[in-house]
């Protein structure tokens, strides 16, 4: 009691230092410790945050209060948990939520299994006052009397819920609890709670079934950290509080019994005291920080899932019928299998019969469930987290709402918090979707993505009786939560079945056709819609059908592959389209790939935002139909490859026109979060002969003047603003017609371009560059040229020595640098357009910083031994450039070793981010460059990005286009690729 009152004390006082984040007291409840004091091994607590007395009686260390009010690594949550919230298996505390009686449900499920189990052990579920008014209350309460479950349920009145008065609210008061049912305490009164509790346990042990005691308490302290509870409770009220006070009331009884003498308290308690503060001190001092959010995500486990039994499985099944054989095999193969829902005991077997036959055969292990989809989440939550294989049936998934509480409260983060020391392995199925006839309203939805918004589940929905047993059979083997979701509408539709069937690992996606022109991903009732759809077309069409399976995790490997060959995309869903999981296979696709990958713009086939009618009518209305499918195929095909889309001005749907006749000329990237700019200029009429790269119009934002640069050569057509105009992100300004040979023949560039040659058709087709040109900054003509190359992981004894893919990049740019001429022709253009600066008036607004930029670029480039920068981001996030000297007149060795060197300086945020290098190296890591606006900054005259993805390695040369021509950036990246393949092979070929 004395413990839990210093720790609370301490707590507060290191908040007033500023010295902690948060804290819940306990004040007031310090005599429920002999509640902990009183549980045997074995025993359960289902508890929730104000039971810090509860477990330090149980025998949770005061290091452990200390690690978890400073929320650092040691503590039993890593950091993940508020204070107070106490888990430890090995002391039977199950990991609570701060949800009010969200506990009460899962207890119900730890009590089940114990009793399963056989023997004495039990579970004791705390719950305060305001609790009593949530419904999880009294569905825990209706089962635990109904199943005679071994549970203590203790509610801990302290009379407030926050600011509310619950006196004469709680259910106790209102008469709806049988009193004799639920005896009340004075729980400030240490004795009275060990002999109410000693003798309720008893009961519960000897098989009497369930007891509740109603323990009345003061709240001595504020809420949380966060209250001031002088607001709302007079100051008289306050000071009688203390007469209630646990501690000084056993303090009386100890002093008049002779068990403490004079100064014996006032010496314990400061004996405490100090304990105390150096626990919580050093907590704070040597356990350090938790990890990294992203090293601390959900951990994907392994799970090791065994081959299927040799059964005798027919050559064709329906789905019901794949679903009722495996949850048969898993009871069979499984012992700790439970099975769980609405109605699915014999003779019904469920109302579609997946679980006909199952109870007789298992009696006991098959069991009715009332009609309470929060009792079945919140009891499975429990069960698992006992020791038992719950396989539970939702009997439509439009039902599992009330059943959210546990899944977003429980069983999605369960094992995260408490860094797996405990799980929850849940098999959950349900019915869904629609396509049947009559559904409604209430027996339509598929939810998948409503359940994939909680991180920890893994979410299938298979479309065969085939995937459905493989992924049933996985469920049954994984430590993390599954939820399977059965299509309705294909349980009765016959498919071939193998002679052997597979695990179906989640998050794997099976290809049904293959196909070169289109990929069709979908799931569930998708598959058939989509399939039929193809087999009615009026012309084959070469499309990559694939199901998805497992909407979490998504096997967005698989759909890569194919949207890499195919260039085509079409995502079908029977849900609506807002936070769908369709929107998230569009956006991670895209967003993986290049902008100019796609031939044409990805299409998401949903549901209309609008309910499922009761009417067939009104049910087709809403939903894709094969008919829609196929309009989506065929709009997605008839276009070409070479056709272009046309953004339309009013805002309305873009047109497309083929490519051979008008390319738009859009206006680019303007950075970031800017989507508008103001036209100031038109440099060309309309009928101009134009070159590809000339600078023909200019935008002006509020940080910047950008050039519009033409993407081919023809002629001008037309303009779509004028001058003054303000013009959209993305949208067409003007349209060119292209190869207009006759057109350009003798024309010459003017202006600022005039020295710049033209750039080589791979850096502007589509595969190459995006129309827009890059941002100028400071005169900087931004260009970009890009080699890819397959890449291997390295042999593990070179991985073992730590040559970083940047360090073996900044290495072979260094070696092309010193056998190319091209620093040579640099220091000419530079010299030669130093020269025109002064003459011409027409040149690089001329301003004297332009003559010093192109010095010191020309000195950069006449150096034989030129410097290099890698970019680094410091431990602070500012990014830093790491300095190799001299680096082309290195060997290997003292290269590798000059490199890690300067990193190791840039990190630690040296001032090398002021020098000003010639070329720089920059990693990406697996996001890629692609859309990105890769500036260079003069005097440099270009970055090397490096970004690995897939076995593929990017190297993205951006480069200042006034002084490098598209050719010489092609060639300086052919000399990294071949010097990169060298120095692999060299490395890889060294002797251990």
């Known amino acids: 009691m004395m413990l839990s009152r210093c720790t609370d004390q301490r707590e507060q006082r290191l908040l007033r230092q500023g010295r902690g984040w948060f804290h819940v007291a306990a004040m007031g409840h310090e005599a429920l410790a002999a509640v902990g004091l009183l549980m045997r091994e074995g025993d359960l607590l289902a508890g929730y945050y104000r039971d810090r007395p509860i477990a330090l009686g149980r025998g949770v260390q005061l290091e452990e209060l200390a690690h978890a009010f400073h929320a650092n690594a040691l503590s039993s949550s890593g950091g993940r948990q508020m204070p107070s919230h106490f888990s430890d298996r090995s002391l039977g505390l199950f990991s609570p939520s701060s949800a009010i009686a969200s506990s009460l449900l899962p207890a119900c499920g730890l009590a089940w299994g114990l009793q399963l189990d056989g023997g004495s052990g039990l579970v004791v579920a705390t719950v305060g006052d305001a609790g009593t008014r949530q419904g999880d209350f009294f569905e825990a309460i209706n089962l635990a009397i109904e199943w005679r479950l071994p549970l203590l349920v203790l509610v801990e009145d302290n009379g407030l819920g926050i600011s509310t008065r619950t006196d004469q609210s709680n259910p106790l008061q209102l008469g709806v609890l049988n009193r004799s049912l639920w ?136 789905l019901a019928d794949g679903v009722n054989r495996i949850l048969a095999l898993c009871l069979q193969t499984c012992p700790e299998a439970v099975l769980f829902g609405e109605d699915v005991e014999d003779p019904l077997g469920g109302v579609f019969r997946l679980t006909r036959g199952l109870s007789t055969a298992h009696p006991g292990r098959v069991r009715n469930a009332p009609l309470a989809e929060s009792t079945i989440v919140g009891v499975a939550v429990g069960l698992a987290a006992q020791g038992k294989r719950p396989i539970f049936e939702l009997q439509f998934i439009d039902y599992i709402v009330p059943g959210l509480q546990h899944i977003a409260n429980h069983l999605a983060s369960l094992s995260w918090r408490s860094q797996g020391e405990w799980t929850a392995p849940v098999v959950f199925y349900a019915p869904c979707g629609a396509y049947l006839p009559a559904g409604g309203l209430w027996h339509s939805q598929s939810f998948a993505s409503l359940l994939a918004q909680f991180p920890g589940l893994q979410i299938a929905v298979p479309a065969n009786a085939a995937d459905a047993v493989g992924l049933f059979w996985t469920a049954l083997h994984s430590r993390l939560p599954s939820v399977i979701l059965l299509p309705k509408h294909l349980f009765w539709r016959s498919q071939p079945f193998p002679a052997q069937p597979e695990p179906v690992p989640f998050g794997s996606a099976r290809i049904c056709r293959a196909g070169e022109d289109i990929t069709i991903v979908t799931w569930g009732n998708g598959v058939e819609l989509v399939s039929e759809a193809l087999d009615n077309l009026p012309a084959p069409v070469s499309a990559e059908l694939i199901d998805l399976r497992s909407v979490a995790p998504l096997d967005t490997a698989t759909l890569l592959v194919s949207l890499r060959r195919t260039r085509r995309l079409l995502v079908v869903q029977e849900e609506i389209g807002t936070c769908s999981v369709g929107q998230t296979i569009l956006g991670e696709l895209v967003a993986a790939l290049p902008p100019e990958h796609l031939l044409m713009a990805p299409r998401l086939l949903s549901r209309l935002p609008l309910p499922i009618g009761f009417h067939p009518d009104l049910e087709a209305a809403v939903l894709p ?187 072979a740019l260094a070696r092309t640098l010193a056998t190319s001429t091209l620093r040579q022709e640099l220091s000419d253009a530079l010299q030669q357009a130093d020269a025109s600066l002064k003459d011409a008036a027409d040149g690089l607004e001329s301003q004297p910083e332009d003559h010093d930029d192109l010095r010191q670029a020309a000195a950069m480039a006449a150096v034989t031994d030129p410097d290099l920068g890698v970019a680094v981001t410091s431990a602070g996030g500012q990014l830093n450039t790491a300095v190799l000297r001299q680096a082309s007149a290195l060997p290997l060795g003292e290269f590798m070793a000059a490199y890690r060197q300067a990193v190791a300086l840039a990190r630690r945020g040296e001032h090398q981010s002021l020098a000003r290098v010639a070329w720089i190296v920059s990693s990406l890591g697996p996001s890629g460059p692609d859309g990105a606006v890769a500036v260079v900054v003069p005097p440099a005259f270009g970055t090397l990005f490096v970004s690995l993805r897939a076995g593929e390695l990017s190297l993205w040369l951006s480069f200042d286009h006034r002084w490098i021509t598209g050719e010489r950036a092609l060639q300086l990246l052919d000399g990294v690729a071949a010097s990169l393949v060298e120095l692999r092979q060299s490395l890889e070929g060294a002797p251990p």
């Open 183 to 318: 005896p009340s305490i004075d729980a400030w009164d240490g004795e009275a709670v060990v002999d109410a509790v000693s003798t309720a346990m008893a009961a519960i042990r000897s098989g009497d079934g369930p007891r509740f005691l109603w323990c009345r308490v003061e709240r001595l302290a504020d809420h949380t950290s966060n209250d001031d509870q002088k607001i709302y409770r007079p100051a008289a009220e306050l000071e009688g509080l203390r007469e209630r006070d646990p501690l000084p009331l056993f303090r009386a009884r100890l002093e008049r019994s002779g068990e403490l003498g004079p100064g014996d308290y006032e010496r314990i308690e400061a004996q405490w005291d100090e304990r105390v503060r150096m626990a919580y001190d050093m907590a704070a001092e040597r356990s350090g920080a938790p990890r990294r959010p992203l090293e601390c995500g959900l951990e994907r486990h392994q799970d090791s899932v065994p081959p299927l039994p040799h059964h005798s499985w027919p050559s064709t099944m329906r």
């Open 625 to 811: 139909s094969r008919q829609d499918v196929a309009d989506a195929i065929t709009a997605l095909l008839v276009v070409p490859a070479s056709a272009a889309i046309i953004p339309s001005q009013d805002g309305a749907a873009p047109a497309l026109e083929p490519a051979e006749n008008l390319i738009p000329v859009c206006v680019p990237v303007l950075g970031e979060g800017l989507r508008q700019a103001t036209l100031r200029s038109l440099l060309c009429a309309p009928g101009s002969p134009v070159r590809r790269d000339q600078v023909i119009a200019e935008l002006e934002t509020d940080k910047a003047l950008l050039a519009v640069e033409a993407p081919a050569d023809g002629e001008l057509v037309r303009w779509t603003a004028v001058e003054g105009e303000t013009v959209d992100l993305h949208a067409a300004l003007a349209y060119i017609r292209p190869d207009v040979t006759a057109a350009l023949a003798g024309a010459a560039p003017t202006g600022p371009m005039a020295k710049v040659p033209a750039r080589p058709a791979e850096l502007t087709s589509p595969g190459g560059l995006p129309w827009p040109s890059f941002a100028a900054i400071r005169r900087v003509i931004a260009a970009a040229a890009r080699r890819q190359l397959p890449w291997t992981p390295l042999a593990a004894r070179v991985r073992d020595s730590r040559p970083t893919l940047t360090a073996m990049v900044a290495w």
